[in-house]
């Protein structure tokens, strides 16, 4: 057993991302990245990593995004001291991503303590902090695309455009001798791969003929209509303007990078040619507007049909970078858009908007991404009449609308197109980075007619793969699992307590009285006595 990998994320579910290659010559990581969605996964952030961070001898780090690089903090305190390997555009974003994901852990944790301490349960500290993202940040050194790299003895890596994010990268591995043809083991893991028709790159790249393929399976049972950039751009339109004619605020939950970039530079576009109303448009978080400028920088170099250099610094766009300029948008009434983190609601200035507008008909909260399962994005994505934000029970009066059009990552057809441009893959595809549903629609629609469906393996979270034999061997892991298969899948109780109170809370609305409403609480105290 010469080569192996563990996948130590991302395994049937989409955040996490980590992927552990142990060789002769040591052990590196593709991707550290933070869980995120339910409780049981989150805990997983603040357990032991299933390895020692001091045996890491490098990071090879596909892109910026907290689901592939976030834990990089944690790792490094935890006594890492190799290099992560990133490309430049990726280390800028890092450079205040990081500090900002140890920030959030630290309000986080001040919270879990308030409610710990009232529960008389025991503190907790957190992930790790501010200073550790700050800390982290020596390790980073750079590389260009398409130029080799030694990473440990015996192994070379390469990053290829992967078109999903500024800096994004798929990484392209050797190991030595190990390979189905006598010669080096080639391994290629996607990253999280662009979908065609992007604002600011071309479509993804890469090489071929490999032994193993890692590929992600965000959208993988997903075929979207084909999106140009003048579709896009009419989506928007649509919505802006029902957004006006409601005469509310139109809340965007922003991914901070990239996301924000393009609906910033199309939203400008469009106002400046007249075919939406001109209105402010609030850029409310301080790590879009540190994004923000790192495109400024890189602006000049992307491949884009419009002036995004310009469209980046219009005055229409007003920066809020304080919490005190922040509450003063609460204020306002009327058309006006708002752009705040997080992308799925569930963390981030967003959450103060939703509170101060959910409730409202006149408002709209246009989500512009993957909203993952336990988040209040996803919540309100499908359908929820009411939802529980910093505790208090909020109704959802306004109208919420999906465009999914501004998608960072390529859809089933293009993800099967990728795959099937990477032949011959003589050993096998991973599936990974993807819900069930679409961990199955991807390996349906590449089984057979991409690879033999024998060579499609989806794993499970803690797998371990010797991949230097024949064909992929899976290593006995039962005993070092963190979760039990099932539970990475599943929505855990956690998430069933929240829509049960929530069921609870619309019948007792419902009932035409309050009698009505008493023989509500029999019926289930008695459910209860049952049990
Ligand atoms: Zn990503």
Redesign the pocket.
């Known amino acids: 057993m010469t080569v192996t990998v563990r996948f130590c994320g991302a395994s049937r579910t989409v955040t996490g991302?980590c992927f552990l290659f142990s060789a002769r010559g040591g052990s590196f990581l593709v991707d550290c990245g933070l869980f995120q969605g339910s409780k049981t996964l989150k805990a997983l952030n603040y357990s032991n990593f299933p390895f020692r961070p001091s045996e890491i001898a490098a990071v090879l780090l596909?892109?910026?995004?907290i689901?592939?690089s976030g834990l990089i903090p944690k790792l490094v305190r935890g006594g890492f001291a190799g290099r992560v390997i990133a490309t430049r555009p990726t280390i800028d974003l890092c450079s205040f991503m990081l500090p900002d994901a140890g920030s959030i852990q630290e309000s986080e944790v001040v919270m879990l303590n308030r409610r710990n301490r009232a529960r008389g349960r025991d503190e907790v500290t957190p992930i790790y902090t501010k200073a550790d993202g700050v800390a982290a940040l020596d390790a980073f050194r750079s590389i260009d695309y398409e130029s080799w790299i030694d990473v440990i003895p015996g192994v070379r890596a390469r990053f290829w455009d992967a078109g999903?994010?500024l800096g994004?990268a798929s990484i392209e591995m050797e190991f030595d001798g190990e390979g189905a043809s006598g010669g080096p083991l080639r391994v290629l893991a996607s990253?999280?791969v662009g979908p065609d028709g992007k604002l600011f790159h071309a479509g993804p790249d890469a090489p071929a003929d490999f032994d193993y393929v890692i590929c992600?399976s965000?959208y993988g049972d997903e075929d979207r209509p084909a999106t140009t950039h003048e579709g896009r751009r009419q989506r928007l339109t649509a919505e802006v303007r029902d957004a006006q004619a409601a005469n509310g605020a139109l809340l965007i939950p922003a991914f901070a990078v990239e996301r924000t970039q393009e609906l910033i530079v199309d939203l400008v576009d469009l106002m400046e040619s007249g075919r939406i109303p001109s209105a402010p448009i609030f850029l409310d978080s301080p790590l879009a507007i540190r994004a923000t400028e790192v495109f400024r920088r890189y602006a000049a170099g992307m491949e884009s049909e419009v002036d995004v250099a310009r469209l980046l610094i219009s005055p229409l766009l007003r920066c809020t970078e304080t919490v005190d300029e922040s509450k003063s948008i609460a204020k306002l009434s009327g058309f006006h858009i708002v752009i705040a983190a997080s992308g799925m609601c569930d963390a981030g200035r967003i959450r103060h908007h939703l509170r101060n507008w959910l409730w409202r008909s006149q408002a709209t909260v246009l989500l512009t991404g993957f909203q993952a399962q336990g988040t209040l994005g996803r919540f309100l994505a499908d359908g929820a009449h009411a939802v529980r934000i910093q505790g208090d029970e909020i109704k959802v009066a306004a109208r919420i609308r999906q465009l999914d059009e501004y998608s960072?990552?390529a859809d089933g057809p293009e993800l099967a197109r990728w795959i099937a441009a990477r032949r011959p893959v003589r050993r096998g595809v991973f599936l990974v980075h993807g819900e069930e549903e679409a961990l199955t629609g991807l390996s349906e629609r590449i089984a057979e007619r991409s690879v033999p469906a024998a060579k499609v393996f989806v794993p499970v979270l803690d797998d371990i793969f010797d991949l230097s034999t024949a064909a992929p061997t899976p290593v006995d892991v039962a005993h070092r699992r963190r979760l039990a298969p099932e539970a990475v899948v599943a929505l855990d109780w956690h998430n069933d307590m929240s829509k049960l109170v929530l069921d609870i809370n619309a019948r007792m609305d419902a009932a035409a009285d309050d009698r009505a409403r008493r023989v509500v609480i029999r019926r289930l105290r008695r459910a209860l006595e049952e049990e």
Not at 62 to 65: L, Q, R, Y
């Open positions: 991302s596909t892109h910026a995004h689901d592939h999903h994010l994004s990253g999280d992600e965000t960072g990552h």
